[in-house]
């Protein structure tokens, strides 16, 4: 069973950095795009940031020059380096994937459970 589990949120100063981690486990045959999307309260789900199997990356205007996607070397963890970080950046973070299994022929997309993120003023 292919899953996505995410870690390093919490609390922390407005200016201050928070590196998430974002580990796929299961029979994962090939790894596509994988991406990190937040939630803020009373707002809809966006797209943060993106990083291709290529290793191409794409961000949302606001974090761009403070956030930074990469891929570990075993290609199945993405983390987020957020630096810089603002208040308005408070939301659950929710790791994202399209991986394919073992035996498929086709890609399926994933969501993890997601990681609260408070920045205070």
């Known amino acids: 069973q292919v899953q996505l589990v995410e870690s390093g949120g919490g609390l922390v100063q407005a200016g201050g950095s928070l590196r998430l981690s974002c580990t796929a486990s299961?029979?994962?045959?090939?790894?596509?795009?994988m991406s990190w999307y937040r939630q803020a309260p009373g707002k809809q789900r966006e797209v943060v940031a993106s990083?291709?199997?290529?290793?191409?990356?794409n961000y949302e205007d606001s974090v761009k020059g403070r956030f930074t996607i990469s891929r570990g070397s075993a290609k199945n963890t993405v983390y987020l380096q957020m630096n810089s970080l603002k208040p308005e950046d408070t939301a659950v973070y929710y790791c994202?994937?399209?991986?394919?299994?073992?035996?498929?022929?086709?890609?399926?997309?994933?969501w993890g459970q997601g990681t609260q993120v408070t920045v205070s003023s």
């Open positions: 299961g029979s994962i045959f090939r790894y596509g795009t």
């Open positions: 990083i291709t199997s290529g290793g191409n990356t």
């Open positions: 994202n994937a399209d991986l394919t299994s073992d035996g498929s022929l086709f890609s399926r997309n994933y």
